[in-house]
């Protein structure tokens, strides 16, 4: 019988996905919806091209490089539980850290998402590849980030299944499988951001990307929006699953993010005195983004709103009277993710491109196909992570097991 | 004024001429430009836009008495009327031969024909001269490992008004906001407006 | 019949407006297609990268495409493969105390490499500056859009830019599928079917001189130059990156033509050459004049010599 053990508890994991009250159907029907809107989106660029994007010769990368690289920080956040939990052995983030490392793979799979459909060609991406494809490795920062990225996913999906794995047949992961690949998984997540903020600051033709600064500010701003995102999934999950998170994980992740943002907010200030202070001409992408540039001034509201939320956020993850209390914790998680996303995203895509290397200013601005296909992403993004979180927590609550011809315990 | 503008307006839109508007053309050797310890490089010179009406110049200057006299002239009015080249310090036979119309002179006394006037060019603008000899000055067509097709001076510069006159340049590009997807038809699709100006030309 | 149904889909486009009648379009073109007909799909899919096909392979690609661009634009064409003459490094002459602005490179260039009319693409980019301001290196005053009834206009002055052929070119060092390459004789290629279209090329050149197939390039079927290079004029796709290519269907040939835009050029500011051979006019501007060239603190070392006759 044991041959059909995979298929039967394939069968079980897929019940407990199709299984859901009405909230979990609303939930996953209004995902789907926007799902549907990006797709046929999508189907639009796919037959007129990339002319549907806002996107033009002078502003070469948009909304969907700046979900990219947003995202990118979202995955390597995930690392941010693995330190205290597995080599400090910090129980409380422990018994979290596979909800993180999850959401990590979840944003990788966005990013990848992020990044075909901003191929021109995207049924050509296999060229990307080595052995089938030519990549143009190690010359290329793509060709690393090609790398990288799957290694991080992999490691991601390998480390929480083989854990569910264990725990679906009522067994204790081993600890010898595990560790090495989390003693990897840290230079890895660090190795993702870097590789990836690399990627824009090996580009001397755009002095805004060209400080060294940049893949530092990325590490920073990324253990602030990854694990803020993570602390209000942890509430979610905590309320609609009634499952045991302990508020110490809580409340030291938000202590974590605190001093994330200190960096964050330190390595702005050093960027934004070294360029207002020498005011050469590079100092112009900057000008743009904070005071706009003759006349141009689309970003400016965001930046400064952006530093704003940054700003406030860090007070109040700073305090623990603020950081313990729910109110205030919810609060400056929005705030963090909201400023990251603008600082990180369209912050950072767009005045690398403007003005353009021949002083063009070209103002970008989304168009609603960028728009529907950004969302139908995240929707989809947002529907992974609910499947993974459907049958994960009863494994994980010991209400799902598998069948398996050691053990006797049958769900 | 105005005819020589004109005149001027139709020797500059001569010399966006391709090059097969010359194939057949006598080429004149210019063997005597070499110096020793210089290559210049392989060039044919299509001989100068000259008029059927005005050239032979002894056609009518055979019988005539040459005249040394700085004047307005009667006859030729466009080129004396808009003569704009040093006019001052110049008049038409320190450069037309006196004796015999058909030649320039060079203030040597040397007689060149208008084939070769570059010669005569050169004389005071011998850095302009020097660097049309290698190329540099000027326009060129051909094979830039073979055969070159030169200009003379006066395929571009009208000789008694130098100056190029404004042109009226081909359209900007189109703005990125303008960018769109358009249906368009075969006969929609925008055209090239340099066909227009090729069209024009020949 | 099927042929014909295709070519009516790629040809007739589509109301925009409906916009679930088009995705149901997207979602045909990108079924797999079964039969004989589009064999020639599977082909052009599995095209190996230029530079890793044999002889053979090559051969086969240009009797595709060939048939390909037969069928699109109901023209023969011409693909050429030629290499790269031994002994040659191409480089490039302008002279900025000649060029009026007059654009007449910018148009002969789209007429010579068949650069799509809609969505427009242009190649060289002609700037304007007021002169005494500053350029050069902060090139914030340039205008690209200048439009007055005639050139040149009292007080300003025009530098035209296209692709400078790097010798050390940031584009092909970050194009993460090497779609694009320096070739022996220093002209930067982009194989159009190897292209991904990631656009990284595109962020990374200092020159703006790459563009982008936003949409479906479109020429009038009488304009189409149908003498063309793999690597350089042949008609491109949606989705991919071009560049100029110093017109490497003319060029490349003993004896090689000039540049359609150095041909066109109506004050002579445009000069071409080989920078290996000694007596090129293009050595004897660097050797002779005072020649700059754009950017060089970014160490690109561009093979496109600006200078001043006078």
Redesign the interface.
């Known amino acids: 019988m044991s041959i059909f053990n995979p298929f039967i508890n394939f069968f079980r994991v897929l019940r407990q996905v199709v299984k859901g009250n009405k909230w979990y159907y609303a939930w996953v029907g209004l995902l789907s919806f926007f799902i549907l809107l990006g797709?046929?989106a999508?189907?639009?660029q796919?037959?007129?091209?990339?002319?549907?994007?806002a996107?033009?010769?002078?502003?070469?990368?948009g909304l969907y490089i700046a979900n990219f690289t947003f995202l990118v920080g979202v995955a390597a956040a995930a690392v941010y539980l693995v330190v205290p939990a597995y080599i400090y052995n910090f129980k409380p983030i422990k018994e979290v850290v596979l909800f993180g490392e999850l959401l990590a793979a979840t944003a990788i799979v966005m990013c990848i998402m992020f990044?075909m459909v901003?191929?021109?060609?995207?049924?050509?991406?296999w060229?990307?590849l080595p052995v089938v494809?030519?990549?143009?490795f190690p010359?290329?920062?793509?060709?690393w980030d090609?790398i990288v990225l799957n290694g991080y996913l992999a490691i991601n999906l390998f480390i929480p299944f083989y854990a569910l794995y264990k725990l679906a047949h009522g067994r204790e992961y081993n600890m010898q499988i595990i560790k090495p690949l989390i003693i990897i998984s840290i230079p890895w997540a660090i190795s993702i951001h870097t590789v990836t903020a690399f990627?824009?600051n090996?580009?001397?033709?755009?002095p805004f990307w060209n400080a060294a600064v940049l893949a530092p500010r990325f590490i920073a701003s990324a253990l602030c929006s990854g694990p803020a995102l993570m602390l209000i999934i942890f509430q979610i999950v905590r309320k609609i699953y009634k499952l045991d998170i302990d508020n110490k994980a809580i409340f030291k992740i938000a202590e974590l993010i605190a001093y994330a943002m200190g960096v964050n907010l330190f390595l702005f200030a050093a960027e934004f005195f070294k360029e207002f202070y020498s005011n050469s001409?590079h100092l112009?992408p900057m000008k743009y983004l904070f005071f706009g540039l003759?006349g141009h001034y689309n970003l400016v509201p965001w930046m400064w709103a952006s530093l704003l939320f940054n700003i406030t956020a860090f007070v109040l993850f700073l305090l623990p009277k603020t950081r313990e209390h729910f109110f205030s914790l919810n609060l400056a998680c929005v705030l963090v993710i909201a400023g990251v996303y603008i600082e990180k995203g369209m912050g950072l895509v767009i005045p690398?491109?403007v003005?353009?290397?021949?002083?063009?200013i070209?103002e970008y601005t989304p168009t609603m196909v960028e728009k529907y296909i950004t969302i139908g992403i995240w929707a989809a993004g947002a529907l992974i992570y609910t499947v993974f979180l459907k049958f994960m927590i009863p494994i994980y609550k010991g209400e799902l097991r598998f069948k398996s011809s050691q053990s006797k315990q049958v769900g | 004024m105005k005819r020589s503008l004109f005149a001027t307006l139709v020797i500059f839109a001569l010399i966006s001429l391709i090059p097969p508007a010359w194939g057949g053309q006598k080429e004149v050797p210019r063997d005597s430009l070499k110096k020793p310890g210089h290559t210049l490089p392989e060039f044919v010179v299509p001989p100068p836009p000259l008029s059927k009406d005005l050239y032979p110049c002894s056609q009518c200057h055979a019988d005539m008495e040459p005249n040394p006299t700085r004047r307005e002239l009667t006859f030729h009015t466009e080129i004396s009327k808009g003569f704009n080249h040093a006019k001052d310090q110049r008049w038409c036979l320190d450069c037309h031969n006196p004796d015999d119309r058909d030649k320039l002179r060079l203030a040597s006394g040397k007689l060149i024909s208008f084939e070769e006037s570059e010669y005569l060019c050169g004389q005071c603008h011998g850095t302009i001269f020097r660097d049309w000899k290698y190329g540099i000055h000027g326009k060129r067509t051909g094979y830039w490992n073979g055969k070159k097709v030169y200009r003379l001076c006066v395929h571009c510069h009208y000789p008694h008004w130098p100056k190029f006159q404004p042109i009226k340049p081909l359209p900007p590009p189109k703005k990125p906001y303008d960018i769109k997807y358009r249906r368009l038809s075969e006969d929609e699709i925008p055209r090239n407006p340099i066909e227009k100006i090729l069209k024009d030309i020949q | 019949m099927k042929d014909r149904e295709k070519n009516r889909i790629l040809t007739k486009h589509i109301s925009r407006r409906d916009l679930l009648k088009g995705s149901a379009f997207g979602l045909a073109s990108l079924a797999i297609p079964i039969g004989k007909a589009d064999a020639s799909f599977w082909e052009a899919f599995f095209q190996k990268h230029f530079r890793e096909m044999n002889r053979d392979e090559v051969k086969a690609v240009i009797a595709r495409l060939e048939e390909d661009y037969y069928k699109k634009y109901n023209k023969r064409f011409n693909i050429k493969t030629t290499e790269a003459l031994p002994g040659t490094l191409f480089g490039y002459g302008l002279d900025l105390s000649r060029c009026i602005g007059c654009r007449r490179c910018v148009y002969a260039c789209v007429r010579e490499n068949n650069q799509s009319r809609d969505p427009q693409i242009h190649w060289i980019t002609v700037l304007r500056f007021k002169k005494g301001e500053k350029w050069v290196n902060d090139l914030e005053e340039a205008e690209k859009y200048y439009y007055p009834d005639e050139v040149p206009e009292e007080g300003y002055f025009y530098m035209p830019v296209q692709c400078q052929q790097c010798e050390n070119p940031p584009c092909v060092k970050v194009c993460p599928t090497q779609a694009t390459w320096k070739e022996p004789d220093g002209i930067v290629v982009v194989d159009y079917n190897w292209c991904i279209g990631c656009r990284y090329c595109m962020a990374a050149c200092p020159y703006g001189a790459r563009r982008f197939n936003w949409g479906e390039p479109r020429i009038a079927r009488e304009e189409i130059n149908t003498n063309v290079h793999y690597l350089g004029n042949r008609p491109r796709y949606k989705g991919v990156v071009e560049k100029c290519t110093f017109c490497i269907q003319r060029t490349r040939g003993n004896p090689g033509r000039y540049p359609a835009c150095v041909e066109i050029c109506p004050v002579g500011a445009r000069k071409f050459g080989n920078l290996l051979d000694p007596k090129s006019e293009i050595r004897y501007i660097i050797e002779n004049k005072r020649v700059f060239r754009l950017k060089e603190d970014l160490n690109t070392q561009p093979k496109f010599f600006y200078f001043f006759a006078t």
Do not use: C
């Open positions: 797709l046929v999508y189907f639009k796919l037959q007129y091209g990339l002319i549907e994007t996107m033009r010769d002078q502003v070469s990368w990044i901003d191929l021109g060609r995207p049924e050509r991406v060229h990307i494809g030519k990549m143009h010359a290329s920062l793509l060709a090609v990627l824009y090996g580009l001397p033709s755009r001409i112009a003759n690398g491109f003005p353009g290397t021949l002083g063009e070209y």
